[in-house]
């Protein structure tokens, strides 16, 4: 197929993958939940003044699988080596994007920073912070991502719910559910065009022009 055209603008995208054991059935071969993230980084223009990518999974806790890279061969052999076990803290997959964002950043002027959050489930209570709901947790760790200026978009499957997905999410436009993984693939596209349409961060107003005499 021929290259993909780059968007517009430079974008920064984190993919942060649920990796805990309900998803085992789901993960691999095609159509799988690493296939899925794999389609996706394909759809992208790679390279420094184009589209970056990093990997997190997270399960009871989360890992980060490719920190900002250009090579598509890493990012794939990081989704690849992800496998699914354990229970499902949603919160540790964004504590983790909040240090790809932050500590291992380097900032791209003018880029776009996007989360792709994809899960099968909730955040379960055993995970929940002090005087908190599963779902206040959650939502609280995805707004400490949303306030770095990044777009968060979720989209879930299976048992999760689309009422949490859309509090995660930027906005409820940017929330998706559907109760097989396989119809998260033709909405892809769409992602690609959403994404590569957000806006960067705006530069400054220029100077209103002075008044003509």
Same mark, same amino acid.
């Given at each position: 197929p021929p290259p993909t055209p780059p968007c517009a603008h430079l974008v920064d995208i984190a993919l942060v993958l649920d990796a805990s054991g309900s998803t085992k059935d789901y993960f691999e071969g095609t159509n799988g939940l690493k296939d899925i993230a794999k389609q996706l980084v394909s759809q992208y223009f790679l390279g420094e003044s184009a589209a970056r990518f990093s990997v997190v999974s997270f399960a009871g806790e989360a890992t980060i699988r490719v920190p900002w890279s250009i090579d598509a061969a890493a990012i794939d052999a990081g989704i690849d080596g992800m496998s699914a076990n354990g229970d499902t803290s949603i919160s540790s997959g964004f504590e983790a994007a909040k240090t790809l964002f932050t500590t291992n950043y380097v900032d791209r002027s003018g880029a776009s920073k996007i989360v792709l959050f994809l899960t099968d489930g909730e955040h379960q209570e055993e995970f929940a912070a002090p005087n908190k709901t599963p779902l206040q947790t959650a939502v609280d760790a995805a707004g400490s991502v949303k306030a770095l200026g990044v777009?968060?978009?979720?989209?879930?499957?299976?048992? $999760?719910?689309?009422?949490?997905?859309?509090?995660?999410? $930027?906005?409820?436009?940017?929330a998706l559910y559907s109760k097989e993984l396989t119809d998260l693939f033709a909405p892809l596209a769409g992602l690609q065009a959403a994404i590569c349409n957000e806006s960067p961060p705006s530069p400054p107003p220029p100077s209103p022009p002075a008044p003509s005499p």
């Amino acid at each position: 197929p021929p290259p993909t055209p780059p968007c517009a603008h430079l974008v920064d995208i984190a993919l942060v993958l649920d990796a805990s054991g309900s998803t085992k059935d789901y993960f691999e071969g095609t159509n799988g939940l690493k296939d899925i993230a794999k389609q996706l980084v394909s759809q992208y223009f790679l390279g420094e003044s184009a589209a970056r990518f990093s990997v997190v999974s997270f399960a009871g806790e989360a890992t980060i699988r490719v920190p900002w890279s250009i090579d598509a061969a890493a990012i794939d052999a990081g989704i690849d080596g992800m496998s699914a076990n354990g229970d499902t803290s949603i919160s540790s997959g964004f504590e983790a994007a909040k240090t790809l964002f932050t500590t291992n950043y380097v900032d791209r002027s003018g880029a776009s920073k996007i989360v792709l959050f994809l899960t099968d489930g909730e955040h379960q209570e055993e995970f929940a912070a002090p005087n908190k709901t599963p779902l206040q947790t959650a939502v609280d760790a995805a707004g400490s991502v949303k306030a770095l200026g990044v777009t968060v978009f979720a989209w879930g499957f299976k048992d $999760s719910k689309l009422t949490t997905l859309q509090q995660l999410a $930027s906005d409820p436009s940017k929330a998706l559910y559907s109760k097989e993984l396989t119809d998260l693939f033709a909405p892809l596209a769409g992602l690609q065009a959403a994404i590569c349409n957000e806006s960067p961060p705006s530069p400054p107003p220029p100077s209103p022009p002075a008044p003509s005499p």
